[in-house]
T-cell receptor
Framework: LAKTTQPISMDSYEGQEVNITCSHN???????ITWYQQFPSQGPRFIIQ???TKVTNEVASLFIPADRKSSTLSLPRVSLSDTAVYYC????????????FGQGTTLQVKP | EPEVTQTPSHQVTQMGQEVILRCVPI?????FYWYRQILGQKVEFLVS????????KSEIFDDQFSVERPDGSNFTLKIRSTKLEDSAMYFC?????????????FGSGTQLSVL
């Protein structure tokens, strides 16, 4: 599976848009990209997933360029409650639920 | 939104004792998982379970670990003889689909402390 690389930490302020970029240079054609969020002492929570171009839901947007070697999670107008660890995962279609988590990006939102 | 429920939230045990961690997956889900996270480390896959059988397990999931779906609602993880290094947060998860674009729903975890 493609290895993912994302910043270890990011700081932001309330009301700002936050973009977290993940690189996955060796992504295969049957891989898709998934992002999870984890608050302290809680389990990861699914945010968004996509294969290419742009996906948007009520929580975030996911931008994937044509070469799919990277992806960007965009959180609009963050609040203090968005302070969490964000994980970028490359998941192979046909995967049986074995997710490989990296260290993630710790986002700290300040007032 | 439906939730995965885990009990207890905290479990303290002595080394060598058996522990059973309990989970109630989301009711229409058929695929179940256990993950763990040692303090300050990554979330690690332990095992996946479907149709009363283990689908896949990691190297961590050795003979000391077992899983069971004792009835139509519960899913358990048993550690037969706990070691100090088993101290971690254990997360249960479930999913509606087992392949394709799998979306896992995780519980809030059981913090296991082995003394």
């Amino acid at each position: 599976l493609a290895k993912t690389t994302q910043p270890i930490s990011m700081d932001s302020y309330e009301g700002q848009e936050v973009n977290i970029t993940c690189s996955h240079n060796n992504i295969a054609t049957n891989d898709y990209i998934t992002w999870y969020q984890q608050f302290p002492s809680q389990g990861p929570r699914f945010i968004i997933q996509g294969y290419k171009t742009k996906v948007t839901n009520e929580v975030a947007s996911l931008f994937i360029p044509a070469d799919r070697k990277s992806s960007t999670l965009s959180l609009p107008r963050v609040s203090l409650s968005d302070t969490a660890v964000y994980y970028c995962l490359v998941v192979r279609s046909g995967n049986t639920g074995k997710l490989i988590f990296g260290q993630g990006t710790t986002l700290q939102v300040k007032p | 939104e439906p939730e995965v429920t885990q009990t207890p939230s905290h479990q303290v045990t002595q080394m060598g004792q058996e522990v059973i961690l309990r989970c109630v997956p989301i009711s229409n889900h058929l695929y179940f998982y256990w993950y763990r996270q040692i303090l300050g480390q990554k979330v690690e896959f332990l095992v996946s379970f479907y149709n009363n059988e283990i689908s896949e397990k990691s190297e961590i999931f050795d003979d000391q670990f077992s899983v069971e779906r004792p009835d139509g609602s519960n899913f358990t993880l048993k550690i037969r003889s706990t070691k100090l290094e088993d101290s971690a947060m254990y997360f249960c998860a479930s999913s509606e689909a087992g392949t394709g674009r799998v979306k896992l729903f995780f519980g809030s975890g059981t913090q296991l402390s082995v003394l």
